[in-house]
Each structure stands twice: as structure tokens, then as C-alpha cells.
């Protein structure tokens, strides 16, 4: 094919993805984008240029060769599609769903120069969701032969699990030990099923229990066993234990009856199953109007999964403008779709209350003024602004910090300021021999895939270690 | 999963005693901490203070009383049989030191809960004074078991049917103006653990408490038990579940603990609906 046929046959927009109705949607906890079917897979694919110094490869954090998976989609050989994607990365159904690919690949496409950027995104959902409908069997790589050595991983997360698969596929002997009693961390207690089924999530679960990785529920690190003793029975560790501890502003009315952190709100829903309530046990309060504040994309997850529960009005308050929000475009859009409403420049003075309940949140209007460390435009209060939004529920959504039980019960192990660990980005080691950390619990809160690819690396330089350890 | 031992009634009738194999959870274990437990898939995870801790054996004990759909559940459950998730030592133990004189005061069957607790601060040397209550004789537990690890056990009963009549905190005041004392600890119901702290506020003794806020995770992630302790907020998963007495927000603590009231009540209901339809086709 001739570059100018090639530049005929571009489309300027991605092949649409089927979608649920936001009407319809609005009212259930199924899955918003349905996804591609062969047709439109191919077609898409059929966008890529194909370049030989792919720029998408280098905006994603685990290095997928994409425009060989993509090659392999537009030419029907789905399973090299697949297996070519999961050399590099071993969530391709969650990261195809819950990665923000227009800042990362997708950004880079050169496609997405004066048109829309290829679809990478669908494209790896597309050729995951192929591969998980054949099965099992298709699911389980090859695991070399065991190496004798025993690693423990702490959190059964996206860093964890992936430090896990990967470890456990060169032939060592993996435990993974998990706080709570379902094994998937954010990905189960966070993420909601109408972004990220959990069905998709326990599957990829019982995929690395067949390989053999063992996994321990119900083991609080730090408390039940010490990292400590477990170096005394494994030949390595890694802690994945993320930032769970929910931030609040200290501002009057936060410990009223009704105010959530999003954290609480979304366990209850997603790993709890509140929303089937009173058939599963753990109740929760619906509320009619709703806000919650925050931009994120955990926000916005609180935001629409209060409007699934039945909120009447469910308002997102943020301080900073749209172009600052720093959730993914499409939730902003999808959110947007279902009614969501946005109060931007707007940041809570005090939640008020009646009897020990929610009945409003009162509120102050802001502008942008010079940007401030983060580079985004610091907002500042207009004086005489203040109003007030009626509420029953409110769901603080302005970020997490450490969870402190591992650093707490560890001599030895550094942390900085924050209280996150210390690890060194390319290897992930701390400052305890054969304890590495990545995810969360070292960068703060970001995202999936950059979890997993800190897993990545650590599982890498964990079998270093395991080679020259005498 | 963690195998039910040994289970006994200890109060007619809906306190259970329950010993359950947990060798792991059994050797970290201190008083004063908690576990938490979820019996089945569609179970609502639920923390239970330890009523004792034997890592000898390898078991933790607990103490449940049936009140809402998951207790009622807990006490149907019979020896053999398994919980799905037991997870645990959860929140920090007690702080146990010789101290000359130490009062511990419980109410209704809370009273378990201090028996580690009391034991510990025994073994430390300390002087242990046991202050329990209830609104009748029969509603008393872990006498005899307090009176092994106290130097003195005052019971009280409301209705005077034994020991004085009155409440814990008559006893508690009468006990510190005649003996004095240099710590009391307080394990039972928000409000008289309440009244316990305002009865020893006037004499500046140090009071702990060990609050029971609503939990989901117990492990600090989700926020739903925090407390106001002073000026500040504690989650009583990872901070505590012990605080100063003085410094608790307690009508706040109590009023958080009535959120999800209405819901408990239609869990409930539906769960007896369903439970009797069971128990007719039974026959």
C-alpha cells in the first residue's frame, strides 16, 4: 500500500465504540463501553500507520509493542494480537478499560496529530475480552520449572499481582498476602464493576492460582506477620501495599453522619456489594442529592456510582476549572453523558447538619490565579461568595495517603516525609536487603499501570538478586 | 477460613462463647485488640474485641451476643464449623504496665472483653480491681472468670438482684474515693463508658476506652470509624480502638454508630422472615 492510498483510507475519527445508553446506563452497575467486535476491531486497527519508531510505545509505562498487536488485530490473528500485548503486560482487560491512554500512548499516536489517535485502548480490550472467552486453558502461560526460591508478596493489588505473574512464570515460588478477604486491591474495593467488571479481575486471579502463586487472605502485613518474619521464611519480598488511607479536609461537619470518604463509599459498593443491599449485608446510605468533592478519577467513580444507587442530583465539586481536573477525559465526558452536575471553582467551607445528619455543604466560589508547585493555576477564594447546596450525602474524594501498618512495623525501613517507602524507581529497592516496594505505597496515588509496571520492574531485579544472593 | 472449636451459651439467651483454631492470629494477639470477621459471601465484615487469647493451643476466644442479622447468625453457627474470614489482630493492644491500683469496669457482656486485659495488667503485678455490671443477676457474664484474674470484683445489678444495687459508676466513685487509683480502663457501651469518663474527670485519673465505631476493613482504609479525640480524628481501626476517655467526642461517636439503624432493622427483618419460612418446612 502507497502512503497515499494509506492517507485515503484514514478515517479522521475512531471506529465508535458501542456504548450503553447514558439513560439507561445511569440506573445500572453494567458495563458503560460494551466494546469492538471483530469488524470494528479490524477496521480500527486498520488506522494504524504502522510507523517503524513507534512514539506509542514509548508513552506506555510497560512498553506493549503496540504496533505489532495492532498489525496482528487488522490482520485476524487475534491470538498473536494477544499473546504479543501480554509479553509486556499481564492485565491487558483492565488496562485496556481503566488506563488513561489519551496521556499516554494514545498522546504520542501520530495519527492523533490532526485526527483522532488510533484506538490503542480498545484495541487491547478487544483483543482481551477474545481471549477470555476462549477460556481458561488460552489464559495460562507457560511457567518455567521450579527455581527452588520463595518470594512474598504484600498486596494483592496491580503491583502486587503483576510482580507476582511474573515471578512466578520464571519458576519461583510466589505467596501473595492480602489484607482483605478478596484478592485484586483497588481494582476489586475501588474501581467500580461498571468500569472494570469484577469478573474480569477474579478471573485474572485464578489465573496466577494455577500457575501456582499462593494466595493468603485476610493477612494484615505488619500485624499478623511482620516483614521481618517473613524474610526469615522467603528468599525475597515485595510490598505493594498502596496508598489506602483516605484523606479528609479538617473542615467543620466531616464526621457527620453521611459524610463519606470515597474510599468507604466505593468498598461498600464494589467489594462490599452494598448496591445489592439488604441481599448482600453491608448497607449503604443512598442519599437524594449527593456530592462529592473532588476531580479525580476516583471522584468521578463516587459521583456516578452514587447516581447508579438512585441519588436524585449528584454533583461533583471541584476547585480548580475543567481544564485542571485531573480525571480521565472520557470519565469527565461519560459523567457529563449521565447527568453528573459540575460545581468547578467551588471549594467546601463547612458541611452542615441536623441531628448529627448531613443537610448541606456549604460552599465558596474561586479563581485561578498563578500556578502554584504543581504547575496547575492556584485557586483562591472570592471573598462573599459563599453559598450553600443542599445535601444528605457528601463523599470526599481529595486523595489518599500511606497505609502505615508495613513502615510502622518494620525497623529499618525508610520512608520519607509523607510516610511512603523509599524505593528506587528503576529496581524498586528499599533500604532493607531483598525488600523491594513499588505502586502506590512509593509514588503516592497514581495509577494502575503505572502500579503494574513498578511491579514489573521489581520482579525483574528481584530475580537479579535471587541469582547473585549466595 | 478459621474451624469453630468449642461453643457454649453463657447467657440464656443469646451470648455465645466461641473458640475458634487461629494458630497465626493466636501468637501476635495482645489484649485489647480486635478481629474481624465475615461469615459468608453476602456477609458484611463485622469486629469482635478478643475474649481471650491462648497461643499455647493456637485459638482466640470470642464473646458474641445475637442483635442484629450477622450476631444472629454468628451464635447459629455450631462447633466444626468454619468462618469464611476471620482477620486479625487488628487495632493496638492495650497498654499493659505495673501500675499500683487499676480499675476495670464492664458492662453486660463487654465484660469478656476485659478478661485478657485484666489478666495482663494481673501478671504485670498491678493491684486489679474489677468493676462489673449489669441491669439484673442474670444478665452478669465472666464472673468467675474476672474473679481469677482480679484482686477484688465488685458486681452491681440495677435492680439490686446482686451485689450493690445501682450502676457501675455509684461503685466506681465509691471505689475511688475509698481506695483511690491510678488508671481505669472501660470496655462496654458508648454511654456508659461515657458516664465512666465524666464519673473520673473530677479526679484526673487516667481513663481508656475501647470504642466500637462502625468498621468495613479494620485496617484503616476507609475512614468509617474515625472519631473526634481531642481536636483531632482518629480512626479507631489504626489508632485505637483504646483512647482517653476525656478527650472522646462521645455524642458524636454514639450518633455515628446509629447510621446505618434503619438498614440493620430491614436486614434483620427480612433475615427472621426468611428464617422462620425455614424453620416451618423444617417441620
Known sequence: MTEDNKAKKLTTKKTPIPEQDPAVRAKNFNEVTLGYNEEQAVAEAERCLQCKKPMCVEGCPVNVPIPAFIKAIAERDFRKAINTIKEANVLPAVCGRVCPQEIQCEQRCIVGKKNEPVGIGRLERFAADWERECGMECLLPQVAPSTGKKVAVVGAGPAGLTCAYDLAKIGHKVTVYEALHGAGGVLMYGIPEFRLPKSIVTQEVEVLKKMGVEIVTNAVIGKLITIDELMEEYDACFIGTGAGLPKFMGIDGENLNGVYSANEFLTRVNLMKAYTFPNSDTPIKVGSRVAVVGGGNVAMDAVRTALRLGAKEAIIIYRRSDEEMPARREEIHHAKEEGIRFELLTNPKRILGEDGWVTGIECVRMDLSEPDESGRRRPVEKSGSEFVIPVDIVIMSIGTGPNPLVPESTEGLATNKWGYIVADEETGRTSKEGVYAGGDIVTGSATVILAMGAGRKAAQSIQEYLLTKK | ?283
Request: one cysteine or more; hydrophobic letters at 40%; proline letters at 5%.
Open chain 2, 1 to 283: 477460613m478459621a474451624k469453630i472449636l468449642e461453643k457454649r451459651l453463657i447467657r440464656t439467651p443469646d451470648v455465645y462463647y466461641f473458640k475458634i483454631d487461629a494458630p497465626l492470629i493466636s501468637k501476635k494477639a495482645q489484649p485489647g485488640q480486635f478481629v474481624i470477621v465475615r461469615l459468608h459471601d453476602q456477609g458484611e465484615r463485622i469486629p469482635i474485641s478478643l475474649a481471650d487469647i491462648n497461643p499455647y493451643e493456637g485459638t482466640i476466644s470470642l464473646i458474641v451476643m445475637a442483635v442484629g442479622k450477622t450476631t444472629n447468625e454468628f451464635v447459629m453457627m455450631k462447633e466444626g464449623d468454619d468462618i469464611l474470614d476471620l482477620c486479625g489482630p487488628l487495632g493496638k493492644p492495650t497498654h499493659i504496665e505495673k501500675v499500683s491500683r487499676v480499675i476495670l469496669v464492664g458492662g453486660g457482656f463487654g465484660v469478656a472483653s476485659l478478661y485478657p486485659i485484666a489478666r495482663a495488667f494481673k501478671a504485670s503485678g498491678s493491684n486489679v480491681v474489677t468493676i462489673m455490671g449489669a441491669r439484673s443477676h442474670d444478665l452478669l457474664v465472666y464472673e468467675k472468670e474476672m474473679a481469677d484474674v482480679s484482686d477484688k470484683v465488685i458486681v452491681t445489678t440495677d435492680d439490686g438482684s446482686k451485689g450493690i444495687k445501682g450502676v457501675v459508676t455509684a461503685a466506681l466513685k465509691q471505689e475511688i474515693d475509698e481506695n483511690g487509683a491510678d488508671l481505669v480502663l472501660t470496655v462496654g457501651p458508648a454511654i456508659m463508658m461515657k458516664f465512666v469518663s465524666e464519673t473520673t474527670r473530677p479526679y484526673g485519673i487516667h481513663t481508656v476506652v475501647s470504642l466500637n465505631p462502625i468498621m468495613v476493613d479494620g485496617t484503616g482504609m476507609c475512614g468509617g470509624c474515625r472519631v473526634p479525640i481531642g481536636k483531632d480524628t482518629k480512626f479507631a481501626c489504626t489508632d485505637g480502638p483504646e483512647f482517653d476517655g476525656h478527650l472522646v467526642d462521645w455524642n458524636l461517636l454514639m450518633s455515628r454508630q446509629k447510621t446505618y439503624q434503619d438498614e440493620e432493622k430491614v436486614s434483620f427483618m427480612q433475615w427472621k422472615k426468611k428464617h422462620e419460612h425455614i424453620n416451618i418446612e423444617g417441620k
